[in-house]
């Protein structure tokens, strides 16, 4: 499996109280994850960090909606 890196904006939500103003200014999370290329297709990236080597199993595993991806390298 090809390693890749992922970067892609993440969904952010918080319990702390803010204004209305502050919220509207808030920025979303850009995040950039590596791993393992499970699977891409035009929905979704799939990435593990993990792949067990006896099994076909993976271990935290990730999966990405390509409307949220901003770059990929492979």
Known sequence: MKI???VWKDAVG???EMT???LKQYKLALVKSV???VKADKK???L???IMKDT???RNWLVIPRAMVVDMDI
Do not use: N, T
């Open 20 to 22: 209305k103003e502050e």
């Open 48 to 50: 593990a960090s993990v």
């Open 35 to 37: 791993g393992f290329l």
């Open 14 to 16: 918080d319990y702390v």
């Open 44 to 46: 979704s990236i799939r």
């Open 56 to 58: 076909d199993a993976v």
């Open 4 to 6: 890749v890196k992922v």
